[in-house]
């Protein structure tokens, strides 16, 4: 009996529960539930960062290494040490240690990076003699030479050496090799070192000098790379040990063997018509190493002058007529900028067009997005439709262990910057209603 009482008691509870909770009980009000806002996770700079393409990733650390805040493998991964690095170019900045780069960051990372690397004329090689790609800092290290054991680069003092060894040895291992290394030369003193199975690391003083020293083995084949550097030059060497580092590859493999790729053979760019009687000026970096330059529509043009500061070049184009100049009136720039120019032909489907696109103008000079191929050279008007200078397309140089495409960064050459140029050559800026889409014309470069 009394189990029976206890079942009946419990079906009951169960529905006076049941209906509680939908509120059917007759007198009887539910309490509210309380909730909890349920908020997303906050996405972490290495969040941001993953999200990014590994060829960009991989940019801002060479960028980074240049300007002497990251010391680690130029890879594309994303790290503790990448994130530290960017919050420290931003203290350096005087910006918000947030470990993400805005627009106008990058845009002025990507500028000092470039100028540390024009500095010391930072180029990456094949070294036929040892089969080796390697970034090499030309302007430090001038004078080459080469023998049976290798390719050696020194600066005119010797203050600076690096040093290229190739050689067969049989059965080597990197732990062998490691403290063969530390002995030879006598009295090198080790600070750090790293033996993995396939290469090794060593740094510390070899008499008055640093070195940095990496080996790495495939097979019987023995690749070593040294970099002796006096300690007054050690500002100047660090980075460019870092990014040596990572840009070396004792054994490239088909196109990695022959460095950076070459420039296209045929490349277009945008120029600007500033005088009636001939005058284009363009971004310096279209119209490099061309055998011969022609203006569509107009024929050969001849390269009048070029300023390497800015990237600009002024060309001349002759017995043309009906050139409609742009007019090159004074005014400040605005953050939003409309880029006129003409696209590559293989953009538009062949095509010489001309279009427009809108950026936006960072305090560097930055211009985002990067306009696309054969936007190099145009125009740049200001919300007001005032001349605000011109856009250059910048090709990213990446110290890595692949030669992986990165995209191109883009700057703005200022209208006072054009104009001083023009002027610093005997060209007069043009003056009337500015007319961007009926003064721009195709450049085209013929390279080998």
């Not at 605005?334 to 103008?361: F, H, M, R």
């Amino acid at each position: 009996m009394r189990s029976a009482t206890a079942a009946t008691l419990v079906i009951i509870a169960s529905a006076v529960s049941a209906q509680a909770q939908t509120g059917a009980v007759t007198g009887i009000k539910p309490k509210p539930v309380a909730t909890v806002p349920v908020r997303p996770a906050l996405q972490t700079p290495a969040d941001t960062a993953s999200a990014m393409a590994q060829a960009e990733r991989q940019a801002i650390q060479s960028d980074l290494a240049w300007v002497g805040h990251y010391n680690g493998a130029i890879n594309g991964e994303v790290s503790d040490r990448m994130v530290a690095a960017i919050k420290a170019f931003q203290k350096d900045q005087g910006g918000k240690q947030t470990g993400v780069l805005n627009p106008q960051e990058r845009g002025a990372l990507a500028d000092l990076a470039k100028k540390r690397q024009d500095n010391v004329g930072w180029k990456v090689v094949f070294d036929a003699g040892t089969g080796v790609r390697l970034g090499v800092p030309t302007k430090l290290v001038p004078q080459q030479s080469s023998d049976a054991n290798g390719a050696k680069w020194s600066s005119t003092t010797g203050t600076i050496q690096i040093q290229m060894a190739r050689r067969k040895e049989a059965g080597p291992t990197t732990a062998k090799l490691a403290e063969q290394e530390k002995k030879e030369p006598a009295g090198r003193k080790i600070d750090y070192s790293v033996v993995k199975p396939d290469f090794f690391v060593l740094s510390g003083m070899q008499g008055l000098k640093k070195f940095y020293l990496r080996g790495q083995i495939r097979g019987d084949e023995v690749r070593i790379l040294t970099i002796l550097y006096d300690q007054a030059t050690e500002g100047t060497m660090e980075p460019v040990v870092v990014a040596m580092s990572s840009a070396f590859n004792p054994f490239p493999n088909g196109a990695q063997a022959a460095g950076p790729p070459p420039r296209k053979s045929v490349e277009y760019g945008t120029g600007i018509v500033v005088s009636e009687d001939g005058a284009i000026v363009t971004d310096r970096q279209v119209v490099d190493g061309c055998l011969s330059m022609v203006v569509a529509g107009f024929g050969n043009a001849d390269r009048a002058a070029e300023d390497k500061d800015h990237d600009l070049a002024l060309l001349r184009i002759y017995g043309a007529r009906g050139l409609k100049p742009l007019a090159l009136t004074s005014g400040a720039a605005k953050s939003s900028v409309e880029l006129t120019g003409i696209a590559d032909p293989q953009n538009q489907g062949g095509a010489a067009a001309v279009s427009s696109v809108k950026a936006q103008l960072g305090g560097d000079a930055s211009l985002t997005p990067a306009p696309g191929l054969g936007f190099s050279g145009a125009v740049a008007l200001d919300a007001d439709g005032v001349f605000a200078g011109v856009a250059l397309l910048k090709p990213v140089v990446v110290a890595g262990p692949t030669m992986t495409a990165a995209p191109p960064q883009a700057s703005l050459a200022s209208a006072d910057i054009v104009r001083e140029f023009l002027k610093a050559n005997g060209v007069s800026a043009a003056s009337g209603a500015p007319d961007a889409k009926a003064s721009v014309v195709r450049v085209i470069c013929v390279r080998k």
